[in-house]
């Protein structure tokens, strides 16, 4: 089953700028580098053009993927994030229940926007979809490779 693509408004900011960036530098650079393969003339043996070409079939694979997510994505808008209940777009912070009540926060985001480096988790991993929906207080289980962890919902924000 597949998932319809959601964006917070910041994630869509970023997949407009990669679009931006791959049809104008990116398109420039790759045209570039055709342009010097082709000068080396027969293209039969030129591994410099089957490169180039290759570079070139990817960029645009990237262009129409990006194209399409953009045309098909549904943007969570900053008033459509509740402080109520955790939802895509939420900034949620959590108590580790069994882990002598360390707190950690993350921020729901799509899958196209996880980042678990800068807290942004997917809503759709074990510990978003875990999260999604609970309320303040709210103590939920999720199934991690290490076993079993507990967190208790400490705050929830924009």
């Known amino acids: 089953m597949e998932h319809e ?3 917070t408004s910041e994630g869509m900011q970023a997949l407009r700028e990669k679009l931006e960036y ?5 398109r420039r650079e790759v045209s570039e580098q055709m342009k010097k393969a082709l000068d080396h003339g027969d293209l039969s043996e030129n591994a410099e053009y ?16 990006t194209a399409s997510l953009i045309a098909r994505a549904r943007v969570v808008e900053d008033g459509e994030i509740s402080t109520e209940a955790v939802g895509v777009g939420s900034l949620v912070q959590v108590e580790d229940i069994e ?13 196209t926007e996880s ?6 988790i997917s809503h759709l991993c ?7 929906n609970s309320r303040l ?5 999720v199934k ?8 208790r919902i400490v705050s929830i924000n924009k």
């Open 5 to 7: 693509p959601v964006l």
């Open 22 to 26: 791959l049809e104008t530098t990116r």
């Open 50 to 65: 089957d490169e180039a070409r290759n570079a070139y079939m990817k960029l645009e694979r990237q262009i129409n993927e």
């Open 99 to 111: 882990n002598g009540g360390a707190t950690q926060e993350f921020r729901l985001v799509g899958p």
């Open 115 to 120: 980042n678990p480096g800068e807290g942004k």
């Open 126 to 132: 074990p510990i978003g979809m875990s999260l999604m």
């Open 137 to 141: 207080g709210d103590v939920v289980s």
């Open 144 to 151: 991690t490779p290490g076993g079993l962890r507990k967190y």
